[in-house]
């Protein structure tokens, strides 16, 4: 969300399924939040025996997962329409990135935008379904490992709620860009004008209720967010 970050001697760069991913040494940061989040849902006191820092790596590692598995949505669906795409991954998530190929659709950039929820809303499928049929087969949650409850449980919800909030049509989210290419479609420049203002509205409408939540790090992303939205607005 944050653009192309300078790089930094402590970034990971590989190669997967022959799409470039690049995870900024930034990446972690945002990665250990949302991990420390997830080892208090359910850390220690929830299941025993495990440490707290165990938890929270666990939490990291499906925080990268996730992102990672998003993100290759978006990739594999610009290439399905003959675009390549690179992945990078921020501090506030990741972004796949690449030039428009000449004569791109905008029902094709809908269609790529809307593939990494897609993706993650497909492997909680997945994952929701193996549980099952572990919780079935050995008589307990995922053979009552408490390493592999916390990792599934929380795969699962990081694939549940993080692709339901790139929904949000809100721009540069998933569902942010859905709106700028159908109404963009339909009314050209003004479009983006107006995917802008919705944007811009409910930016700030989320940034005030984390505000009185105390969710800090939530009023500042959607107050980022806001800022872009109305960016956008005024440059259209």
């Given at each position: 969300?944050?653009?192309?970050?300078?790089?930094?001697?402590?970034?990971?760069?590989f190669?997967?399924?022959g799409?470039?991913?690049?995870?900024?040494?930034?990446?972690?940061?945002?990665?250990?939040?949302?991990?420390?989040?997830?080892?208090?849902?359910?850390g220690?006191?929830?299941?025993?025996?495990?440490?707290?820092?165990?938890?929270?790596?666990?939490?990291?590692?499906?925080?990268?997962?996730?992102?990672l598995?998003?993100?290759?949505?978006?990739?594999?669906?610009?290439?399905?329409?003959?675009?390549?795409?690179?992945?990078?991954m921020?501090?506030?998530?990741?972004?796949?990135?690449?030039?428009?190929?000449?004569?791109?659709?905008?029902?094709?950039?809908?269609?790529i935008?809307?593939a990494?929820?897609?993706?993650?809303?497909?492997?909680?499928?997945?994952?929701?379904?193996?549980?099952?049929?572990?919780?079935?087969?050995?008589?307990?949650?995922?053979g009552?490992?408490?390493?592999?409850?916390?990792?599934?449980?929380?795969?699962?919800?990081?694939?549940?709620?993080?692709?339901?909030?790139?929904?949000?049509?809100?721009?540069?989210?998933?569902?942010?860009?859905?709106?700028?290419y159908?109404?963009?479609?339909f009314?050209?420049?003004?479009?983006d004008?107006?995917?802008?203002?919705?944007?811009?509205?409910?930016?700030?409408?989320?940034?005030?209720?984390?505000?009185?939540?105390?969710?800090t790090?939530?009023t500042?992303?959607?107050?980022?967010?806001?800022?872009q939205?109305y960016?956008?607005?005024?440059?259209?």
């Amino acid at each position: 969300m944050l653009g192309l970050p300078n790089p930094t001697p402590l970034d990971l760069r590989f190669s997967l399924f022959g799409v470039p991913v690049w995870v900024s040494a930034w990446h972690w940061l945002g990665a250990g939040y949302f991990g420390w989040q997830l080892a208090e849902a359910f850390g220690p006191g929830n299941l025993g025996g495990v440490t707290l820092a165990t938890h929270l790596a666990m939490g990291m590692l499906c925080v990268f997962l996730s992102i990672l598995l998003h993100e290759m949505g978006h990739a594999m669906a610009a290439h399905w329409f003959g675009m390549n795409r690179a992945i990078l991954m921020t501090m506030l998530g990741g972004l796949a990135y690449g030039p428009l190929r000449p004569g791109t659709k905008w029902w094709q950039l809908v269609l790529i935008a809307l593939a990494g929820p897609f993706v993650q809303f497909l492997f909680a499928a997945i994952l929701f379904g193996g549980m099952l049929a572990a919780s079935v087969a050995n008589g307990g949650p995922v053979g009552g490992s408490p390493l592999a409850v916390t990792l599934f449980q929380s795969l699962l919800l990081v694939n549940i709620v993080w692709p339901l909030f790139n929904l949000l049509p809100i721009v540069p989210l998933d569902g942010g860009h859905v709106l700028q290419y159908t109404l963009g479609r339909f009314m050209g420049r003004r479009g983006d004008v107006w995917a802008g203002r919705l944007g811009l509205l409910l930016a700030i409408g989320f940034a005030a209720l984390f505000l009185v939540m105390r969710q800090t790090y939530m009023t500042v992303l959607f107050g980022f967010l806001a800022v872009q939205n109305y960016q956008m607005m005024r440059s259209s």
